[in-house]
């Protein structure tokens, strides 16, 4: 079990939750996609199609102990309901009407309430892709977090038309991505869910895809999690908290593309004061800000050398970052 996992038994107010063996129905063949090759816990980072290695990995300690490190304590997930099962660490297949090319999967959290991570692919990429470089199924089972798994439209590979500006043959095709992403969400709410919180995440092209998700249905998403992604088009004074994570050598958006996102949810969607708080953990940077409107907050990770990958590396995990943001939502 990973260190979150054990995080997770001091969060959890759930008793005797047996989590059960996955069963996964009806998802997408593994592709690679260079936008989710992830950097393995411990070893070099690599990237598909371009062959690039990543940084030599390398100690350093906190600077700060009021920073957001992985020990911090975390708030209780919600207890599950006394008296109705609950099918916790179960992954199904979602029936959504209307939408059978596009496999949706939803992995059962620690209760019906517990917060939902709906999860985007990068360009060209798959569920299993993305699950594979991430390991985010592994980490929410064993923390009790649901969540919902998105495909893009097969035209012939998977994409998004993000922001209605990228990418691809989606984009090309002016594909309409929302009434299969609210028609996902019902299907949730079919099964009796009624989460905490709901939260948007994805990776390059797929990170793009949360923005906009989130950003046009705010009074359903309370986060977004942007993984290698960039700057939304439009998302102006919104009650809407963004964790920003990018690594320096990102080729595809830039070194700066996550430190620009959270610029401008500063100031135009949430409008925080300039007050910050910088840590240093290793080779990544994180500067949060707290002091914002309606409890809403912004956290902006930098790994230093990172190429546009799913960031995993001794000093810095995206994965358990999403699922810390979840517990605490």
């Known amino acids: 079990m990973s260190p979150l996992g054990n995080l997770a038994r001091c969060f959890r ?16 063949a593994c592709g690679q996609d260079r936008n989710e090759v992830g950097a393995r816990r411990g070893g070099a980072t690599t990237t598909a199609d371009t062959g690039g290695q990543g940084p030599t990995q390398s100690a350093s300690t906190t600077t700060s102990p009021a920073a957001p490190t992985s020990t911090a304590p975390k708030p209780t997930l919600p207890p599950s309901s006394a008296t109705t099962p609950w099918p916790a660490g179960v992954e199904i297949s979602l029936d959504v009407p209307g939408h059978a090319d596009r496999p949706t999967l939803l992995l059962h959290g620690a209760g019906a309430t517990v917060p939902l991570v709906v999860v985007f692919h990068g360009s060209g990429g798959t569920i299993e892709n993305i699950k594979e470089r991430s390991d985010l199924h592994v980490l929410a089972r064993d923390a009790g977090v649901a969540l ?8 012939p590979d998977r994409h998004w038309n993000t ?3 990228c990418c691809g043959p989606a984009y090309e095709q002016r594909i ?16 009796g869910l009624r989460p905490s919180a709901f939260l948007a995440t994805g990776v390059s092209a797929g990170a793009g895809m949360a923005v906009t998700v989130a950003c046009n249905r705010r009074k359903v998403f309370s986060t977004v999690i942007s993984v290698g992604g960039w700057r939304p088009i439009s998302c102006t004074d919104r009650r809407l908290s963004l964790v ?7 080729e595809v958006f830039g070194g700066d593309g996550a430190r620009r996102l959270a610029r401008q949810w500063r100031t135009a969607v949430l409008r925080c004061s300039s007050r910050r708080t910088e840590t240093r953990v290793g080779i990544a940077l994180i500067t949060e800000w707290n002091a914002c409107p309606d409890g809403g907050f ?8 990172l190429k546009h990958v799913w ?10 970052e999403i699922i810390r943001t979840a517990l605490a939502a």
Not at 148 to 155: A, F, Q, R
Not at 244 to 250: K, L, R, S, V, W
Not at 315 to 320: I, K, Q, V, W
């Open 244 to 250: 920003a994570i990018g690594g320096t050598a990102d």
């Open 13 to 28: 107010r759930v008793s005797s939750i047996v989590v059960a063996s996955t069963v996964t129905v009806g998802a997408a």
């Open 311 to 320: 960031p995993r590396t001794p000093d810095f995990d995206a994965s358990e």
């Open 148 to 155: 919902l798994w998105l495909s893009g439209k097969p035209i």
């Open 176 to 191: 309409d991505d929302f009434p299969y992403i609210d028609a996902s969400l019902d299907a949730v709410r079919s099964l």
């Open 163 to 165: 922001q209605s500006t």
């Open 298 to 305: 912004i956290r902006l990770v930098e790994v230093d050398g």
